[in-house]
């Protein structure tokens, strides 16, 4: 399989969050506040692991997956210098994960479903390998309310090979939830150059149907 768009600019890309660097330290930190502790936590589509570096400290272990290994391995280095040391690395296809339903306690997917033809099947999968009474995170770029740095940096990506497939507002966003008929528990919105919209969706514990 060749390089992908992500495969080619992982070496830019925390470079391109720090243009929006004031939602993506929001979202690494509203994520985190609504783990529960002492869980088993995985984080898919991760890029260079910034979600995933946060919550180690306060999970009991991270398992920080993306399809591209450049990602990966920028993350995996960032981790070595934190002295992490609860947190593993795999290449994953989200729509396809290995493990069994209900094994983490908390699951996260970050800025990836607006780039999905079809993010519901993704969505599903994540909410397969949730256990009863964990919480599934989903933070995803509002690019329907970008400022005009954003849209200017997102035309450069497009010359690169960027392709979103959807873009979102708070409203369309709310909205594609509902339509899953999933139970939304919250949606905060992170404020900045282009804003986040953070789904939080609770899965019911098996004793409350």
């Known amino acids: 399989m ?16 720090k243009t929006n660097g004031r939602a993506v330290r929001g979202m690494a930190a509203e994520v985190t506040r609504r783990l529960p502790e002492n869980t088993d936590f995985l984080e898919c589509a991760a890029g260079t692991g910034e979600i995933s570096l946060a919550a180690a400290p306060f999970v009991r272990r ?6 591209s290994l450049p990602m990966l391995d920028r993350a995996r280095k960032k981790a070595a210098r934190r002295d992490l040391t609860n947190i593993e690395f795999q290449q994953r296809d989200l729509f396809h994960l290995p493990e069994g339903d209900g094994t983490y306690g908390a699951v996260c997917a970050g800025n990836v479903l607006h780039l999905l033809d079809h993010p519901e099947d993704a969505v599903a999968e994540l909410w397969r390998v949730m256990a009863p009474g ?3 995170l989903l933070p995803t770029f509002l690019m329907g309310e970008s400022g005009p740095l954003m849209d200017t940096l997102v035309a450069l990506y497009r ?3 960027f392709r979103q497939k959807h873009t979102f507002t708070r409203q369309s966003y709310r909205a594609f939830f509902e339509g899953l008929g999933l139970p939304l528990a919250e949606l905060a919105v992170i404020p900045g ?10 899965k019911p514990n098996i004793q409350e149907g």
């Open 2 to 17: 060749g390089r992908t768009f992500w495969d080619n600019i992982a070496g830019l890309y925390d470079l391109a969050e």
């Open 62 to 67: 991270v398992v920080c997956t993306d399809l």
């Open 134 to 136: 964990g919480c599934l």
């Open 159 to 161: 010359l690169l090979g």
């Open 193 to 202: 150059r282009m804003p986040v919209g953070l789904a939080v969706l609770r």
